[in-house]
């Protein structure tokens, strides 16, 4: 009989550790599934904006020192033309965007991508996944290069604006009005 309460004690105590643990999986799956929910509701947000609007909001983003080292071009010249339209009118007038936490778009480094050969490399994050774009296209990605190869599966920002607030802007993102851009002056200078 001892032999049998035994082998009880430790079935029950290993039955236990397999619940626990198995709720506690639960648990941490449901919480990332709700955080997955919320970006991509960011994402969505962001995403709709009309570039016109993304835009006065970028640089309101870009003008906020805490987040952001800007030094503008000087010398305004081209950026180079394999960008899209918005990216050389972009990189036209930014020589570096520097974010505080790491991200880096540099005009100068601009190159062929090192993880895509079908990318345009405009800049990298902390984490050394690159900043891209396809030649002649706007749309911004995030790779770092584990990425299915099929251009659909990928998420895209479609402009280098809607990356720029889908990182650092509102947090969570407002709806858009005009009046909360009437009367700002948007004004950025090199330290």
Same mark, same amino acid.
């Given at each position: 009989?001892?032999?049998?309460? =035994?082998? =009880?004690? /430790?079935?029950?105590?290993? *039955?236990?550790?397999?619940? +626990?643990? $198995?709720?506690? *999986? /639960?648990?941490?799956?449901?919480?990332?599934?709700?955080?997955? #929910? %919320?970006?991509?509701?960011?994402?969505?947000?962001?995403?709709? *904006?009309?570039?016109? %609007?993304?835009?006065?909001?970028?640089?309101?983003?870009?003008? &906020?020192?805490?987040?952001?080292?800007? $030094? %503008? @071009?000087? $010398? @305004?010249? @081209?950026a180079p033309t394999e960008l899209g339209k918005t990216l050389q009118e972009f990189f036209?007038?930014? !020589?570096?965007?520097?974010?505080? #936490?790491? !991200? $880096?778009? @540099?005009?100068?480094?601009?190159?062929?991508?090192?993880?895509?050969? &079908? +990318?345009?490399?405009l800049g990298t994050d902390l984490e050394f996944a690159e900043i891209v774009a396809r030649p002649g296209e706007d749309a911004v990605f995030l790779i770092d290069g584990s990425e299915p190869t099929d251009p659909q599966a990928q998420e895209a920002y479609p402009s280098i604006y809607h990356f720029l607030i889908a990182y650092y802007g509102d947090d969570p993102p407002r709806p858009w009005t005009k009046s909360q851009s009437a009367g700002n002056t948007i004004e950025l200078r090199s330290d």
């Open positions: 009989m001892p032999r049998f309460v =035994f082998v =009880f004690l /430790i079935a029950l105590s290993i *039955l236990a550790s397999l619940y +626990f643990v $198995t709720v506690r *999986l /639960i648990v941490m799956w449901s919480r990332s599934d709700k955080i997955q #929910r %919320e970006v991509r509701q960011r994402l969505d947000v962001v995403g709709a *904006l009309p570039i016109s %609007e993304a835009k006065e909001r970028a640089f309101l983003v870009l003008a &906020d020192s805490k987040k952001f080292r800007v $030094t %503008e @071009n000087p $010398t @305004n010249t @081209n036209g007038r930014f !020589e570096t965007v520097a974010a505080v #936490r790491g !991200e $880096t778009s @540099n005009r100068a480094s601009i190159s062929p991508s090192a993880l895509r050969s &079908d +990318f345009i490399r």
